[in-house]
């Protein structure tokens, strides 16, 4: 399982590429974003991930939504399952899963409802005179919200009192480049992988992330990474079975890419297959 934004795939603004030009890795594209290329794996990335993706165990698990995720081709086969929404949508073989979908509107009722959030969210974010510090506000599929901010303009105490708001109502806010995540506390993309273990009859499972969104996730994992950046990195968020890789921005990839290979290849599961009985003694 695998976050894909500042994990695995990086946009130009957080390449973070070190050293000369010349020096700097060949780079692919993986998205295009009105007629403009978006996200960039680097070459030995890309090649290592179409090996992870031909074992048929890459879940790539993240908080964008379908539409958004539709836009990615990671190299190799396509996805059998993918996590969107921040566990909010599930597709299979790029459809979505009905009864998932269903499923998770269920537990959603344990949290407030995502019209007060929104609200709140569109009231804190008119800056009532320029410059303002929010760009733009977005509703994300109708399971959660999000603001596009100008980070160095952000009232000091803005985030925190946000923060306070939705913690009081079961909700949670992610920053994450220039955008301020506000999402349900049943949403997890940690819920939906273990549905998805479950769906392909592993009993373990590795991780990667790179945000607050992923913690979770990582959490839950038997072995996982992330990245020497990003808000788990800027908080110090650390857990015995999670490894740092040494690099950051598009670096830092590479080595995910790296590490999920050497998971797939000499972890639990055998490469070559996508649906593996749980293993003798392993505890479920
Ligand atoms: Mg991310």
Not at 21 to 50: H, I, K, M, N, Q
Not at 84 to 111: M, Q
Not at 144 to 161: H, I, K, Q, T
Request: aromatic fraction near 6%; hydrophobic fraction near 45%; include cysteine.
């Amino acid at each position: 399982m695998s976050d894909l934004d500042r994990t695995l795939i990086y946009s130009p603004s957080a390449l973070m590429l070190a050293g000369s030009d010349w020096d700097a890795p060949r780079l692919l594209c993986v998205e295009v974003y009105g007629g403009r290329p978006l996200s960039f794996v680097t070459e030995r990335a890309a090649g290592l991930l179409a090996q992870v993706a031909e074992t048929g165990m890459l879940v790539p698990t993240t908080t964008r939504t379908v539409e958004q995720y539709q836009r990615i081709h990671l190299p190799g086969p396509a996805p059998r399952y993918a996590i969107c929404a921040n566990g909010g949508r599930l597709l299979v073989d790029g459809v979505e899963d009905r009864d998932f979908t269903a499923a998770v509107e269920d537990r959603l009722a344990a949290s407030a409802p995502h019209a007060e959030i929104l609200d709140e969210l569109t009231r804190v974010s008119d800056a009532g005179g320029a410059p303002a510090f929010v760009e733009k506000v977005r509703d994300a599929a109708g399971l959660f919200c999000y603001a596009v901010v100008n980070r160095s303009m952000l009232p000091s105490g803005w985030l925190e009192d946000l923060t306070e708001f939705a913690d009081e109502r079961a909700w949670g806010v992610s920053l994450q480049g220039r955008k301020v995540y506000l999402v349900p506390a049943p949403l997890t993309k940690a819920a939906a992988a273990a549905e998805v273990a479950q769906r392909l009859g592993v009993s373990t499972m590795a991780a990667a992330g790179d945000s607050l969104l992923d913690g979770e996730l990582l959490e839950v994992a038997d072995r996982a990474i992330r990245p020497n950046h990003g808000e788990l990195a800027d908080t110090g968020w650390a857990r015995p079975h999670v490894d740092v890789t040494e690099a950051d921005g598009v670096a830092a990839g590479e080595q995910i890419a790296e590490w999920m290979l050497e998971q797939v290849t000499t972890g639990p599961w055998p490469a070559g297959s996508d649906h593996q009985p749980p293993l003798p003694g392993h505890p479920n």
